[in-house]
């Protein structure tokens, strides 16, 4: 019998860092489905074993508390002791205030795998453009040395940036993988992501895209 129990009164939340790795690989390993399913609730759901198990997809309880342990070790989930309500609304109304808080400077943009982007906080018109359709080539040159990128070095992350001479970035493009949708964060400065923002950025758009439908 697992060592580990549940605390009775809590709701399942992802952490930033757990809403940043549910949609940041393509990888489709169990706890980056638990958090994808995690994310998928009109709002969280109450921490019980029924609950944990349907979420995690594994019938025996102990595994399932072993996983949980795993995803709070890497600080991916929260036990929050209040519902939370998943956002409500259309995504040009809830996205721009939630991007500008993911950003040090409020220069920040949310564009599409073919190189639009979707809304925008901070960048005129023309640069948002630019931006966009730059992400979408970054995509193109990263599926082309993939290869090399992770089998040859190790290096998983899908994110690129132009740095400066202290390695800073000054703009960097971040992909969110929605099922088959491929997002890009493009920001100036130093990215935000650990904010409660982000996760709910996250959240609307795993709703909207996998729940509800393109």
């Known amino acids: 019998m697992s060592k580990f129990k549940l605390i009775d ?24 489905r638990f958090l994808i399913k995690l994310l998928l609730q009109e709002q969280t759901p109450e921490l019980t074993m029924a609950q944990l198990q349907a979420l995690m997809e594994i019938e025996d309880e102990d ?8 995803c709070q070790q890497l600080g991916w989930v929260q036990g929050v002791n209040q519902v939370i309500q998943s956002p409500q609304g259309a995504l040009e109304e809830i996205l721009p205030d939630l991007l500008n808080k993911i950003s040090g400077n409020g220069k920040v943009l949310l564009a599409d795998e073919q190189g639009f982007y979707l809304v925008c906080s901070g960048f005129p ?10 992400s979408a080539e970054l995509a193109t040159v990263h599926k ?23 390695g800073n970035s000054q703009i960097g493009c971040w992909p969110l ?3 088959d949708h491929r997002f890009v964060l493009a920001i100036s ?13 996250v959240w609307t758009l795993v709703i909207r895209y996998l729940k509800r439908g393109n």
């Open 189 to 201: 400065g130093v990215p935000h992501f650990n904010q409660a923002e982000f996760v709910t950025l």
């Open 63 to 70: 595994k399932a508390l072993q996983q949980l342990q795993y």
């Open 125 to 134: 018109h023309e640069v948002a453009e630019e931006l966009s359709a730059l």
């Open 144 to 166: 082309r040395r993939s290869g090399l990128l992770i089998n040859n070095m190790g290096i998983t992350s899908h994110a690129w940036a132009i740095v400066d001479a202290f």
């Open 9 to 32: 009164g809590l709701y399942l939340y992802p952490t930033p860092a757990g809403a940043y790795y549910a949609v940041s690989g393509l990888e489709t390993d169990l706890p980056r």
């Open 177 to 179: 993988f929605i099922g």
